[in-house]
């Protein structure tokens, strides 16, 4: 699984909108898509512990992304499904296809752990996976192992990759580009929010996303390789050993699933997110007449 | 029902005239009118600051801080949150994490306003 990574590519989407659609897609809309996989199916896979007894899934990685379990929520099937869904309820063009791009972005970014996504279900429930750092979550290890391996490994390259993504486009962050391209594509849910924030508290909600991901960053691999103190192999280490092999790290079982051909994956997730791109963008005026004749109509 | 139809043909839009508005005029004329938003809802009938100028007041009466101002407001939030949360390891927690951020930066300027001015009255 990703980590930060998914607070970032929030940014990176507002960033790389098409031409057409800057100013005009829900930054809401993007964060709810991006939020949502993880939301309906990450619960189980920690699972909690009440008076000792642990209740969650006994296999996390098929729960959280094969099937049967609840891998269907990590698909282009369910990124399309979840944003018909809210089309034909608001008849919203901004938050509809803020909502896909965020949802097709963390569907496709969580193709790099060992596990993957099933990207063609309900067509082929085998997972894409490339297969570049180990799906760590267990049900022994919880959050922290699972952390631990994340930030020992290629994941923690991916995290600064998608940060340094950010960063490139840093205007993405400023409050000029709150003011001029995040509030006019989500009027009424800023001005809502506007009744009790000051303007300074309505910028920090909207980068509240990007500090939380460096914030984490910092912060579990602080506590991975400085504090913790695991014992692997029978021997007590100074901190989880970095890791940034293939695969990696070598100190915990990659989990897995049946999964197509690494070599394919790649090629394949970038074809997808280009045809994901290319359908919002010939939807987006279709949506917007839609939506204006929705708004006569029905006087909203 | 014509004009439905004006509306579709001219191509994208026709969504909502304000917000169409906004997305043609230049970047800062959608800042005013992102300003006149805020403060046409937030019910307060103070004139339009100059483009969200640092110094100035925003529609809620709050003053906007400056870029050095904010820089520390926003390394104090990290450094307090990335500080405490490698002991305590639930904060670092999707709703808390943001929550904490905006918690600093708008209750923080505000405590050190009213000191500030309490401590100027003592005088």
């Known amino acids: 699984m990703s980590w930060a990574a998914h607070q970032f590519e929030v940014y990176a989407i507002q960033a790389h909108l098409p031409k057409k659609m800057r100013g005009k897609v829900s930054f809401f809309g993007i964060y709810l898509g991006d939020f949502v996989p993880d939301f309906l199916s990450k619960f189980w896979v920690y699972g909690i512990t009440i008076n000792g007894k642990h209740y969650g899934s006994s296999i996390p990685h098929q729960w959280h992304r094969g099937w049967p379990g609840m891998g269907f929520t990590h698909t282009l099937f369910a990124a399309i499904?979840?944003?018909?869904?809210?089309?034909?309820?608001?008849?919203?063009?901004?938050?509809?296809?803020?909502?896909?791009?965020?949802?097709?972005?963390?569907?496709?970014?969580?193709?790099?752990?060992?596990?993957?996504?099933?990207?063609?279900?309900?067509?082929?429930?085998?997972?894409?996976?490339?297969?570049?750092?180990?799906?760590?979550?267990?049900?022994?290890?919880?959050?922290?192992?699972?952390?631990?391996?994340?930030?020992?490994?290629?994941?923690?390259?991916?995290?600064?990759?998608?940060?340094?993504?950010?960063?490139c486009s840093w205007r993405v962050l400023t409050r000029e580009h709150w003011r001029t391209q995040v509030v006019p594509a989500d009027p009424k849910t800023w001005a809502w929010l506007g009744r009790w924030l000051?303007?300074?508290?309505?910028?920090?909600?909207?980068?509240?996303?990007?500090?939380?991901?460096?914030?984490?960053?910092?912060?579990?691999?602080?506590?991975?390789?400085?504090?913790?103190?695991?014992?692997?192999?029978?021997?007590?280490?100074?901190?989880?050993?970095?890791?940034?092999?293939?695969?990696?790290?070598?100190?915990?079982?990659?989990?897995?699933?049946?999964?197509?051909?690494?070599?394919?994956?790649?090629?394949?997730?970038?074809?997808?997110?280009?045809?994901?791109?290319?359908?919002?963008?010939?939807?987006?005026?279709?949506?917007?007449?839609?939506?204006?004749?929705?708004?006569?109509?029905?006087?909203? | 029902m014509a004009f439905v139809k004006q509306r579709a043909d001219d191509g994208d839009h026709g969504v909502d005239a304000p917000r169409h508005r906004i997305a043609s005029f230049g970047r800062a004329d959608a800042s005013r009118r992102s300003d006149a938003l805020l403060r046409s809802d937030a019910g307060s009938a103070g004139p339009e600051p100059p483009g969200g100028t640092p110094g100035?007041?925003?529609?809620?009466?709050?003053?906007?801080?400056?870029?050095?101002?904010?820089?520390?407001?926003?390394?104090?939030?990290?450094?307090?949150?990335?500080?405490?949360?490698?002991?305590?390891?639930?904060?670092?927690?999707?709703?808390?994490?943001?929550?904490?951020?905006?918690?600093?930066?708008?209750?923080?300027?505000?405590?050190w306003d009213w000191r500030r001015r309490s401590t100027r009255a003592g005088k």
Not at chain 1, 243 to 264: E, K, Q, Y
Not at chain 1, 268 to 296: C, D, N
């Open chain 1, 81 to 167: 499904a979840f944003t018909l869904a809210f089309w034909l309820w608001r008849r919203n063009r901004a938050f509809a296809i803020g909502f896909l791009l965020g949802y097709t972005a963390h569907a496709l970014t969580d193709f790099n752990d060992s596990v993957g996504s099933m990207l063609l279900f309900p067509i082929l429930t085998t997972s894409w996976s490339l297969q570049t750092w180990a799906y760590a979550a267990t049900s022994d290890g919880g959050k922290y192992l699972d952390a631990a391996a994340y930030y020992s490994s290629l994941g923690l390259v991916m995290d600064l990759f998608w940060l340094a993504v950010v960063l």
């Open chain 1, 198 to 300: 000051p303007e300074r508290g309505l910028v920090a909600l909207y980068r509240a996303t990007f500090f939380y991901g460096i914030c984490r960053v910092i912060g579990w691999s602080t506590w991975a390789h400085f504090i913790a103190r695991p014992v692997i192999d029978g021997t007590r280490r100074s901190g989880y050993p970095l890791d940034l092999s293939w695969t990696g790290p070598w100190w915990i079982t990659a989990r897995s699933l049946d999964h197509v051909n690494p070599w394919i994956v790649l090629p394949g997730t970038l074809m997808m997110l280009g045809a994901v791109y290319w359908a919002a963008s010939k939807i987006w005026e279709p949506m917007g007449r839609a939506q204006a004749r929705f708004t006569i109509r029905h006087g909203r």
């Open chain 2, 56 to 111: 100035t007041i925003d529609h809620r009466r709050s003053r906007r801080l400056g870029h050095p101002e904010l820089w520390i407001w926003y390394l104090l939030a990290a450094v307090t949150y990335i500080g405490l949360g490698v002991f305590h390891k639930f904060l670092f927690n999707w709703f808390i994490g943001p929550i904490w951020l905006i918690a600093v930066v708008v209750i923080g300027p505000a405590l």
